[in-house]
């Protein structure tokens, strides 16, 4: 088995993995914040709409909600679980965008 070290001497790379760790760690960041503004953009596009088409890819966006977390210091407080649903802090709603390829690649027979 090869390290990764050997296999980006290979590819003609001399970084230390301690240095190539923190530049994937840099290009995770930028990476992650060129998502979150492709997300607002694509979201200001869709408007109102349950899907917006590129030219390779659809993204759909959904509603979702989730319930909120239990008060714990509340239930310590009260002592009593027998309705912990009358602890719940208020649900939320959130937008999830799931990406799918626009169509299946043909298979070279």
Known sequence: MTTM??????????????DFLAHVRQSIKALQELEDTLK????????????????????????????GSIDEKAVAKKLGVENLDSYRKPSSTYITLRVESRAEPELGL
């Open 40 to 67: 607002v953009d694509i979201g200001k596009q869709m408007g109102k709409a349950d899907s917006l088409g590129g030219n390779e890819y659809i993204a759909f966006q959904k509603l979702a909600e989730r319930k």
């Open 5 to 18: 070290a050997e296999e980006l001497k290979k590819q003609g790379h001399n970084l230390h993995p301690v």
